[in-house]
C-alpha cells in the first residue's frame, strides 16, 4: 500500500509541475504579445529597442529565459 501511495505522491507532483510550467509558458506568451504591442515611445521607457521587442516577441512560449526557471519558482 504504501508503494502505491508514493507513486500517487510522484504522478502528483509530476502533474502539478507540469501545470506549472503550462502556466508558465501561458504568462510568457501573454508577456510576449503584450511586448509586440508596445509603440516606440513605451518600449524607450522600459529601455527596449524596436528590434529587441520584435525579437523577443518572436520567440516560442516554450523558450523560456533560465532566470524565469530558477528564481522562486521550485523548478
Known amino acids: 500500500m ?10 502528483r507532483i509530476d502533474w502539478m509541475r507540469s501545470v506549472r510550467l503550462a502556466a508558465l509558458w501561458l504568462d510568457i506568451w501573454t508577456e510576449r504579445r503584450h511586448l509586440e504591442q508596445l ?10 529597442s524596436a528590434a529587441e521587442a ?3 516577441a518572436g520567440r516560442a512560449a516554450w523558450d523560456v529565459p ?9 523548478w
Not at 2 to 11: G, K, P, T, Y
Not at 66 to 72: A, C, S, V
Open 2 to 11: 504504501e508503494q502505491v501511495l508514493s507513486h500517487f505522491s510522484r504522478v
Open 39 to 48: 509603440d516606440d515611445h513605451m518600449l524607450r521607457d522600459i529601455g527596449v
Open 66 to 74: 533560465p532566470q524565469r526557471l530558477t528564481i522562486g519558482s521550485g
Open 54 to 56: 520584435r525579437a523577443e
